[in-house]
């Protein structure tokens, strides 16, 4: 079983530079969620989605977008990176809001 | 403000050994708490996820227990093996977002 599948797992960008960090699963869960996780500290919610169409500001949105076309992709979308958004991003997904997660194997993003 | 904090920060062990991981928080009002192993490089991975009137939930070697009067928690490990190190991370559920805590990172040497 895939899961939740994340790519790239590792990028450098220049700052300036954008790009889109790739989160699809297959067990037909509404809701998805992108957290980043920096060193010391525990997991930040960024944009979330409870279903297809349907998305959400989290604690740290600035500097990032999302959408939510189908139910299995969430892309999240920096549009101009900064070295404040190195970072290990995470994407999940749950059955229900109050239900288990279940974590992608993250992407390693550094920004220069 | 919602907190989640854990301790201790690190630990190390010896293989075949026993050890507990806190956690207490200020998340008001409360709905689940859960604990979650993370590997080195991997996503977190579920362990256990209690509700407020659970107070003890076990899942192989790996026992948590809650008391919601005093907002603790703590994670027991049973006779430790090497592929227990990794980060222990608490994290308590109200609505989105989840609040996590920062984690306790476990060594488990030989």
């Known amino acids: 079983n895939a899961g939740v599948t994340q790519t790239p797992k590792f990028r450098i960008l220049k700052i300036g530079q954008s790009m889109t960090l790739q989160c699809t699963q297959d067990?037909?869960?509404?809701?998805m969620y992108w957290y980043r996780q920096d060193p010391g500290m525990g997991l930040k919610l960024i944009y979330y989605?409870?279903?297809?169409?349907?998305?959400d500001k989290g604690e740290v949105p600035n500097g990032y977008n999302v959408s939510r076309s189908t139910t299995e992709d969430f892309p999240l979308r920096l549009e101009l990176a900064a070295p404040s958004q190195t970072s290990v991003y995470f994407c999940a997904s749950s059955y229900a809001e109050k239900g288990g997660y279940t974590f992608g194997s993250g992407t390693r993003l550094t920004v220069v | 403000k919602n907190q989640v904090e854990q301790s201790p920060q690190s630990l190390i062990i010896l293989e075949g050994k026993n050890c507990t991981l806190q956690c207490n928080y200020t998340v008001s009002p409360f709905s689940n708490l859960r604990w979650y192993k993370q590997d080195t490089g991997r996503g977190p991975v579920s362990l256990t996820i209690m509700t407020f009137s659970e107070n003890t939930k076990s899942n192989g070697r790996y026992t948590a227990t809650l008391d919601a009067d005093t907002k603790q928690s703590s994670l027991h490990i049973t006779a430790s093996q090497l592929s227990d190190s990794a980060s222990y991370i608490c994290v308590v559920s109200v609505n989105t977002p989840l609040v996590f805590g920062k984690g306790t990172r476990l060594s488990v040497i030989a």
């Open positions: 067990m037909n869960h509404n809701y």
């Open positions: 989605s409870v279903g297809a169409g349907i998305t």
